[in-house]
């Protein structure tokens, strides 16, 4: 039983924490969406640290990402020393390696640091599929979905 015993947190970048279980609905398209509202990492050059909320959208083919796992490996993020581009980027090709979706998209809503906000998103689409379409579709427009809009 998970609930209620005491949780190892993971102290370095861990993609190893990540588990996979199988979609019951493969022939159903239908998103799947995390919203990390504490995302932390930290500046490589200074070390200080950058907080973001994490915005994980992705379509399942065969397997599905387990929560409690994917919350893990976030939080490994804490240590890692990355620019806020490599951390969203990471993040989408380690969730594509591990479950091999239909579609995937990462956007990173960081906090502003000496009056600069920067908000990297990337996205994939299974290649030769009508995704990769959507893929390149939505990159192209992606800051007009307003389920992605803040209030900051």
């Known amino acids: 039983m998970i609930l209620g015993n005491k949780t190892d947190y993971p102290t370095q970048y861990a993609p190893e924490v990540l588990e996979a279980f199988d979609n019951k609905h493969p022939d159903v398209d239908y998103f799947v969406k995390f919203n990390c509202p504490e995302f932390t990492s930290l500046c490589p050059i200074t070390s200080q ?3 973001a909320t994490i915005y994980i959208s992705y379509i399942p083919d065969k397997k599905l990402v387990e929560s409690k796992s994917l919350k893990l490996y976030l939080f490994s993020y804490r240590s890692k020393g990355e620019f806020h581009e490599n951390c969203v980027n990471t993040i989408m090709k380690d969730l594509i390696a591990l479950m091999d979706p239909k579609y995937i998209e990462v956007w990173g809503k960081f906090m502003p640091r000496g009056g600069l906000s920067i908000d990297p998103y990337c ?6 599929t009508k995704y990769e379409a959507m893929a390149e579709h939505r990159l192209m427009n ?3 979905y307003p389920e992605k ?3 900051r």
Request: a negative charge; charged letters at 35%; hydrophobic letters at 20%.
């Open 142 to 144: 992606h800051d007009l």
């Open 123 to 128: 996205n994939y689409g299974k290649k030769g």
């Open 49 to 51: 640290p950058d907080f």
């Open 149 to 151: 809009i803040d209030n």
